[in-house]
């Protein structure tokens, strides 16, 4: 099994060499406002519905990775047969031949604690192990006879630009989704998708974005019209500057997030 996971090694290695690179980098960002320098780059994801209007400029984060460098997704009888679970953590190490204080093994726990924290009130949540468990989560929520589109955002120019001002190039379109689930990949050996929904409102929308660069986005974007049972540690508060409950908080999803929601239906 240790064979499998090398080029994993390899790439966590560069992204922890990334994200130092661009601490490093990101005072020297001077179309950024000054007020946002102390802020982790990759918390500028959010806003709040008075932004959603064409012509407005803002500081957006979006993670440009290779998608022949994620993890590999493993067929469920394979995910099945590993633990999952912060009490097997030393196995889990043993198993990937991690060392206890290396990086890999401080993501790995990482990613164990954060889907091991329960779901807060109205929401539903699993860290899906495999494509199917994916999906089942997703029947899980929608009805199993119900049919979903699946919803990301795109890059239409290539470019290695992460951080910078984005301004909103046509008039947001809202989108019909009474129930939405949300999956993101977590750092993990192999691929573990966080994927949560919300019984509370949520407002979704596909925004054209134009890139200081010249970068192009068609962007995925929710809001959501509840957070007063959210973490006052979340990191939306501190960038806009708000409490839980007095507000709703939208961001953009990253372009390896999945979005489902259901299929809208015809009648005669």
């Given at each position: ?166 301004t909103i190039l046509q008039v947001p379109k809202p989108m019909?989704?009474?129930k939405m689930v949300a999956c993101h990949i977590m750092p ?81």
């Amino acid at each position: 099994m240790g064979l499998r996971f090398s080029a994993w090694n390899l790439l966590l290695s560069l992204l922890f060499l990334c994200a130092q690179v661009l601490s490093e980098n990101l005072h020297d960002s001077h179309s950024i406002p000054s007020h946002m320098n102390h802020m982790d780059p990759s918390t500028m994801v959010f806003f709040t519905l008075k932004d959603l209007k064409i012509g407005e400029t803002m500081p957006i984060y979006f993670r440009k990775r290779d998608p022949s460098a994620y993890p590999q997704a493993l067929p469920r009888e394979e995910a099945d047969s590993i633990p999952f679970s912060l009490k097997q953590l030393p196995y889990l190490l043993q198993f990937f031949s991690f060392s206890d204080d290396s990086p890999l093994a401080k993501a790995v726990e990482g990613t164990l604690n954060h889907c091991e924290v329960p779901p807060i009130e109205g929401e539903t949540k699993i860290c899906a192990t495999s494509l199917d468990s994916m999906l089942d989560f997703v029947h899980g929520t929608f009805g199993l006879e119900i049919k979903f589109q699946v919803l990301s955002t795109k890059f239409l120019t290539k470019s290695t630009t992460i951080f910078q001002n984005y301004t909103i190039l046509q008039v947001p379109k809202p989108m019909v989704a009474p129930k939405m689930v949300a999956c993101h990949i977590m750092p993990y050996p192999y691929a573990i998708f966080y994927c949560h929904s919300q019984m509370t409102e949520n407002k979704l929308f596909g925004v054209s974005l134009g890139g200081d660069n010249g970068d192009r986005v068609e962007a995925v974007a929710v809001c959501h019209m509840d957070t007063s049972h959210w973490s006052r540690d979340h990191a939306s508060f501190r960038v806009l500057g708000i409490e839980p409950g007095s507000s709703h908080v939208c961001h953009f999803f990253q372009a390896d997030n999945i979005v489902y929601i259901p299929a809208p239906t015809y009648h005669d």
